[in-house]
């Protein structure tokens, strides 16, 4: 997972990584006929905690509660997993893997968020953009440490930082969560597209 996360990404070797697990390149071949049959194993391996906690996370009620322990959860999984959100962050951008899976899991979010918005629980966002832009925030974060850690002139992954981390996240999302005055107004997006579809 380190090897693939790295700079290098696609372009390490087998050899490299049978050197890295301490084995030998044909023990590793017996397992995985080849790099890329190798690949998939270690992206479904950084992947399946992912999509758990967000289907748990989808399973409940949209609260604060709710939010603040999905984010904790998956917060605590990606700092002590750190070559996680760096493989995954490099996959949506080059691969077609992880953005099936993203897909997969952004039907049911959306059904969610269209559900609350319904019952009047939330305001109305645009779900690509909200589930896209909170994806990256939280990635991102764990793949900017140093930079972080000069900015904020601490440990940006330590347990306090954690904290602010995560409650900054939940007082931005409960903010856009907030049920809108009047629910008859369409959004500019949602516009747009009933004009597109109309002409």
């Not at 996680?84 to 996959?91: C, H, K, Q, T, V």
């Not at 691969?95 to 609350?116: I, S």
């Amino acid at each position: 997972m380190e090897l693939f996360a790295g700079s290098r990404g696609g372009s390490v070797t087998i050899q490299e990584i049978a050197d890295a697990a301490e084995t030998h390149k044909t023990t590793l071949l017996y397992h995985f006929p080849s790099k890329e049959v190798l690949y998939e194993a270690v992206l479904e391996r950084a992947l399946d905690p992912v999509i758990e906690m967000m289907e748990k996370f989808l399973a409940t009620e949209f609260t604060p509660d709710r939010l603040g322990w999905y984010l904790d959860e998956l917060h605590r999984f990606l700092r002590d997993n750190p070559a996680i959100p760096r493989l995954l962050m490099r996959e949506l951008d080059y691969g077609e893997k992880y953005a099936d899976h993203f897909v997969r899991v952004f039907t049911p979010a959306k059904n969610r968020l269209a559900e609350a918005e319904e019952a009047g629980m939330i305001s109305h966002v645009e779900p690509v953009f909200f589930i896209h832009d909170l994806h990256v925030q939280i990635m991102t974060y764990f793949c900017h440490g140093p930079l972080l850690e000069r900015l904020m002139g601490t440990d940006p992954y330590s347990v306090d930082s954690m904290i602010l981390r995560r409650q900054y996240l939940v007082d931005q999302i409960v903010r856009q969560w907030r049920p809108s005055p009047s629910r008859t107004v369409k959004a500019p997006l949602e516009r747009s597209r009933a004009k597109r579809r109309a002409g």
